[in-house]
C-alpha cells in the first residue's frame, strides 16, 4: 500500500531564510510519481511540481528546489529566501499511475509553514 | 486560475438532506477525481473517472455517488448527510491517469 508521511505539521522561520519541507514515501511499485501541492489560506490546491520514479534529477525553479532521493524514499522541497507569500500548507503526494486504476493521489498530512515577516 | 471550475463554492445543509456537487474540468482533460478534505481525515481520496467511465474507487460511503456526462463535466451527489460529512470537497482533472492533478477551488460544505 501506498503510504506519504510529513513528519513536520508545522514551520515557522523569518522571511528571507530557507526551508526545507521534508516528505518520505512508501510504495511497492517501480514506477510511480510524486508531487508537491500548495494550498494558501484561500483554501485552493496548487500544483507545484510532479517528478518520476525514473528522474532522480533534483529539480529548480525559481526559489523552488526539489531533491528526489530514491534510496531514502524522499522527495524534499527547499524554500530559498523565503517569503511571506510562502506562507501556506504543503502537501506532498504519490501516485502509482503505472497501474491501471491506482492513479489516485495519496497525500500526506501537510506542512503547515509561516512566514515571519 | 487552474482551469477547473466547481459550484456552489459554499454549501449550508441540513443532517439528512442531499446535495449535488458539480465539476467542470479543465480543456481536454479526460479524468475527473473528486477528493473530501477534513480536519480528522486529511485529504482523501473518493471516486475517478475517465471518459465518462468510473475507473477507482476510494473511500467513498454508499451514501455517496458521482458520475461523469458526455461533456466530461462530472456531479458528486451526496444524501442522508451526517454532521461528519462536513468537509472541503474537491475535484481535480488530468489529461490522462499519468499527468498531474488540476484542483478547483473546492465545494465547502456545512452540515448543520
Known amino acids: 500500500a501506498q503510504k506519504v508521511t510529513q513528519a513536520q505539521t508545522e514551520i515557522s522561520v523569518v522571511e528571507k531564510e530557507d526551508v526545507t519541507l521534508d516528505c518520505v514515501y512508501e510504495?511497492?511499485?517501480?514506477?510511480?510519481?510524486l508531487f508537491w501541492y500548495k494550498q494558501p489560506p484561500s483554501g485552493e490546491l496548487v500544483f507545484l511540481i510532479r517528478?518520476?520514479?525514473?528522474?532522480?534529477q533534483n529539480e529548480i525553479s525559481g526559489r523552488y528546489s526539489w531533491n528526489f532521493q530514491k534510496s531514502t524514499s524522499s522527495f524534499n522541497f527547499t524554500i530559498t529566501a523565503s517569503q511571506v507569500v510562502d506562507s501556506a500548507v504543503y502537501f506532498c503526494a504519490l501516485s502509482e499511475a503505472a497501474n491501471f486504476g491506482n492513479e489516485k493521489l495519496t497525500f500526506g498530512t501537510g506542512t503547515r509553514l509561516t512566514i515571519i515577516p | 486560475d487552474s482551469g477547473v471550475t466547481q459550484t456552489p463554492k459554499h454549501l449550508i445543509t441540513a443532517t439528512g438532506q442531499r446535495v449535488t456537487l458539480r465539476c467542470s474540468p479543465r480543456s481536454g482533460d479526460l479524468s475527473v477525481y473528486w477528493y473530501q478534505q477534513s480536519l480528522d481525515q486529511g485529504l482523501q481520496f473518493l471516486i475517478q473517472?475517465?471518459?465518462?467511465?468510473?475507473?477507482a474507487k476510494g473511500n467513498i460511503l454508499e451514501r455517496f455517488s458521482a458520475q461523469q456526462f458526455p461533456d466530461l463535466h462530472s456531479e458528486l451527489n451526496l444524501s442522508s448527510l451526517e454532521l461528519g460529512d462536513s468537509a472541503l470537497y474537491f475535484c481535480a482533472s488530468s489529461m490522462t491517469g499519468r499527468d498531474e492533478q488540476y484542483f478547483g477551488p473546492g465545494t465547502r460544505l456545512t452540515v448543520t
Open positions: 510504495t511497492r511499485d517501480t514506477t510511480y510519481y
Open positions: 517528478r518520476n520514479s525514473f528522474d532522480e
Open positions: 473517472y475517465y471518459n465518462g467511465e468510473e475507473r
